[in-house]
């Protein structure tokens, strides 16, 4: 069974960082693309960066220039580095693994943890 733990979250000023990771435990399964979501007061959840096994990297233009994504296979971990932090980054953000598992392939969610950017 797959346990996907977040942590890193929290209380931020305007132009602040914070640095938020996902670990994936569990047996018999492997990783494929790792990402972070996020869903904000009153919006849909929307895809806030995500990275490919192999390294390939995808933002949302809205973060482009100031969140890092990045991965270790090894530990089955995901980091979002998130600098120059503003007010609308506010959100819920949560993890989001490909999990490939007895031939299929499929979506794991995490807990998810609370963003607030903040004066």
């Known amino acids: 069974q797959v346990q996907l733990v977040e942590s890193g979250g929290g209380l931020v000023q305007p132009g602040g960082s914070l640095r938020l990771s996902c670990a994936a435990s569990?047996?018999?399964?492997?990783?494929?693309?790792m990402g972070w979501h996020r869903q904000g007061p009153g919006k849909q959840r929307e895809l806030v960066a995500q990275?490919?096994?192999?390294?390939?990297?995808e933002y949302a233009d809205s973060v482009k220039g100031r969140f890092t994504i990045s991965r270790d296979n090894a530990r089955r971990t995901v980091i979002l580095q998130m600098n120059s932090l503003k007010s609308e980054d506010t959100a819920v953000y949560y993890c989001k693994v490909g999990i490939v598992s007895g031939g299929g392939l499929y979506p794991a969610w995490g807990q998810g943890t609370q963003v607030t950017v903040s004066s």
């Open positions: 569990g047996d018999g399964f492997s990783v494929n693309e």
């Open positions: 990275i490919s096994r192999g390294g390939s990297t």
